[in-house]
């Protein structure tokens, strides 16, 4: 379940300033749309707007408003659950992630007929905004293997971008440019792997909830081996779920008997053999230093459980 405590806005938040957004446009249609608009603002607001001022809109009529069928309060809904993972969020999906860029690309109403900044301004760094690019950045670290950038890294981290500059140049990780000529938040990426080692280590990152549907299995497995709330024998029956490599074949791998892997895999105590361990670490995906480290510790309190019991 995500951490409440860690989203920075609360869905009430974001649906007003979906509202606002969408008058926006209803403002541009009652001028530049059709000479009798009546009916239709009417429609795209779903009440008679015969006594409402697009342009300047009060807040009950704003709040007022059903806006419930609208695409873009869908979508949105969508990108928000996903990008702070709360319930729902495994609605989302790849024609969710393409919308996403296109409104981010300026394809919905930026400004009211005026030329007052809507809350999708790009050069307004409103809420809604923070949320379509959080969730535009989850979606490319979680199925992508995305490049994460100062930007993305800033947002999915909660931290300001000076701060994630500090703390990747402290950790000696390197930026790799992406856009050549430019020195900006958006032009220089860390490789996806270390962003999600470095993300899963940051307080104010928000993990990834278990039931998404995740295409990359290499960022799956390092998501399910960063998880707190997974004990290793969970984590690895995960792992076999998202595997590169089919469970029977596993013994081969390892050069272990069945039994050693079958007894492995399910949590009981074996012979602590690292070779083995690193070899089906490698098979299933996941990095092999992280998942031996988290097989020695599991198997070590087992030993320790065992020799507290003969006492």
């Known amino acids: 379940m995500s951490k409440s405590s860690q989203i920075p806005y609360t869905w009430e938040e974001i649906e007003l300033q979906v509202r606002k957004n969408i008058v926006a446009m209803a403002d541009i249609l009652a001028v530049f749309g059709p000479s ?27 709040k007022a408003l059903d806006v419930s069928n609208h695409g873009i309060y869908r979508l949105v809904r969508v ?11 495994e609605r989302a ?109 940051r307080r104010g ?29 969970e984590a690895v029956n995960r792992l076999t779920k998202i595997r590169f490599q089919p469970v029977e074949k596993l013994p081969e791998v390892s050069g272990k008997p069945d039994q050693w892997v079958r007894d492995f895999l399910g949590g009981k105590s074996v012979d602590i053999d690292l070779t083995a361990i690193a070899a089906i670490g490698q098979a299933l995906g996941a990095d092999t230093a992280k998942f031996t480290g988290r097989a020695v510790e599991h198997l070590m309190r087992l030993k320790a459980g065992s020799i507290q019991s003969v006492k």
């Open 205 to 233: 990152y928000i993990s990834n909830r278990l039931d998404i549907q995740m295409n990359d299995p290499t960022i799956a497995s390092t998501e399910l081996l960063n998880s707190k709330d997974l004990d290793f024998v």
């Open 36 to 62: 009798k608009s009546s009916a239709l603002l009417d429609l795209f607001l779903g009440c008679d707007t015969s006594e409402i001022h697009t342009d300047d809109i009060t807040d009950e009529q704003l």
């Open 79 to 89: 990108a928000y659950d996903y990008a702070y993972q709360v319930d729902g969020a």
């Open 93 to 201: 999906d790849g024609d969710d992630w393409y919308e996403v860029g296109a409104l981010l690309g300026n394809t919905y109403a930026q400004t009211d007929r005026h030329g007052e900044p809507a809350p999708l301004y790009e050069r307004w760094e409103q809420p809604l905004r923070r949320v379509l690019e959080t969730f535009f950045a989850r979606w490319d670290l979680n199925n992508n293997s995305g490049g994460m950038s100062v930007r993305k890294l800033s947002l999915l981290s909660n931290m300001s971008a000076q701060a994630v500059r500090n703390s990747l140049s402290k950790e000696g990780l390197k930026l790799e440019l992406r856009v050549s000529g430019s020195d900006d938040d958006n032009s220089y990426e860390l490789n996806a792997s270390d962003a999600l080692e470095w993300l899963s280590k």
